[in-house]
C-alpha cells in the first residue's frame, strides 16, 4: 500500500483550516492576481517548491468558460430510465466485455491485491470517462484556482488545488499536461486531487502515480479507493425485486436496512418471483423512480459506491454495467410508455405549493433534496397517496388544486 508523505497529509487538513481564507467577489482580473500572490504565498509554507509554484502560477488567469459550467444547472431533471439508457449502453456493454478479455491479468493482480471485482473496475472506468476516451480538456490549475477564486466554495476548491500543487512537485504529471474536467477532476477514474493524494497508486513502479495514461495505475488507484472506503470483494451491489401491493413505504431509504430474510417476511421477492437469497447480509429497499418503477435491494457495496459519487441513479448504473458486462441481462420492470422529465422551475413549484400547504422543503431552488423528498412524503400521507417521496407531473397537479 502506498505511504502518504507527511506533507500529503498537511494538505489533507487544509479542507479545515481553510474557513479562515478570505474570499474575493468577482473575478476582477487586478483582485485575482492578488489573490493569486497570497496563494503562493500560502503554497510556498505547505512545503511546495518555488519551481512548481512558478511552473503552475506564473501567467494563470481565471477561466470564465468554468464559472459559467458551475452556475449552469439542468433545466430539466433525469429520469430514471433516460438516465440509464445513456449510460448503459449495448456498446458500452460490448466494448467492456471485450476490455475484461484483454486486460484480465492485470485486473486479476489488482483484484488479489485489492479485493475488488474487476467487472465493477470496468464499469467506473467507463462511466468516467468512457474507458479512458474523454479525459477533459482542462487545465486543472486553472480550473481549480478559478474556482478557489470564486467566492460560492472558495475554501474546498482552494485546497483541492494546493493538492494538484503537491501532485505536480511530486513529478507525478507536468502543470501543462494536468488536464480534467471543468470542476478538476483528473484522469481516467476522474479523481480529484485530494482523492488522488489519499489513493492514487503507483503500480508499474515508475516512481509516478500517472492515472493519466498508465493503466496498472489506473486500475489499481480505483481498486483502493474502493478497497479503502469498505468494498466487499466476495459480495455483489444490489439487485432487482418485487415488492409487494401493501409495502409500508416508510421502510424504503437507505437508512433502513434489514437482513434479508427478515426482508423476505416482509413479502420482497428476487424480480423473477423467487425467494432471496439465504445469505446473512443485510440490505436496503431503494425506489428512485418512485413507487411505480423499479425496486432494487441494495448492500454494502452500494454504499461504497455512494463514496466515489452521490447519487443513487450513478450506483445503479455502475452496478448494472458492471452485471451487463458479465453477462447478466437487463431489469425486468415493465418501463412507463413515457416519461416526462421535471423542469427545474417545475420542482421550483412543487416546493413553493409545499410551502403554502404548511410543509417544509427547503430552499426554493428547483433541486430535489432530502427536505424536499420529506416534504413530498409528509403531503402523500396526508393526501393518501403512496408516500415515495417522489416528484411527479402528477403530483404538481394534485398540489396545485384547491391549494
Known sequence: ???????????????????????????????FSSWLDELRQEAHAKGISKATIHEALDKLEPIPRVIELDKKQPEFTQTFWRYLDARVTENRIERGRTLLKTHKKLFDTIEMRYGVQPRFLVAFWGLETNFGDYLGSFPVIGS???????????????????????????????????????????????FMPSTFVLFAVDADGDGRRDIWHSLPDVFASA???LSQSGWQGDKTWGRE?????????DLAGLEVKKSLAAWQ?????????ENLPRVNIKGSIILPAGYHGPAFLIYNNFHTILRWNRSNLY???????????????????????????LSRNQ????????????????????????QTRQAIKEFQRTAELPADGHPTP???????KNK
Open 223 to 225: 481498486a483502493n479507493f
Open 265 to 273: 417476511i416482509l413479502g420482497i421477492k428476487k424480480i423473477n418471483g
Open 347 to 370: 420542482v421550483e413549484n412543487i416546493q413553493e405549493l409545499l410551502v403554502a400547504r404548511g410543509y417544509d422543503p427547503g430552499p426554493i431552488d428547483g433541486v430535489i433534496g432530502l
Open 144 to 190: 481549480l484556482a478559478t474556482l478557489a477564486y470564486d467566492p460560492r466554495r472558495s475554501d474546498f476548491f482552494r485546497s483541492e488545488l494546493l493538492a494538484a500543487l503537491s501532485i505536480i512537485d511530486d513529478g507525478h504529471i507536468s502543470a501543462a499536461n494536468m488536464l480534467g474536467s471543468w470542476a478538476g477532476a483528473m484522469g481516467q477514474p476522474q
Open 241 to 249: 425485486v418485487k415488492i409487494p401491493s401493501d409495502f409500508d413505504l
Open 315 to 341: 450506483a445503479i448504473a455502475v452496478g448494472h454495467l458492471a452485471d451487463r458486462i458479465t453477462d447478466k441481462g437487463p431489469f425486468l420492470t415493465a418501463r412507463p410508455v413515457s416519461e416526462q422529465p
Open 394 to 400: 402528477e403530483l404538481l397537479e394534485i398540489l396545485g
Open 1 to 31: 500500500m502506498t505511504r502518504i508523505p507527511p506533507r500529503h497529509l498537511l494538505i489533507i487538513s487544509i479542507v479545515l483550516l481553510s474557513l479562515f481564507v478570505p474570499v474575493h467577489q468577482g473575478l476582477c482580473a487586478e483582485d
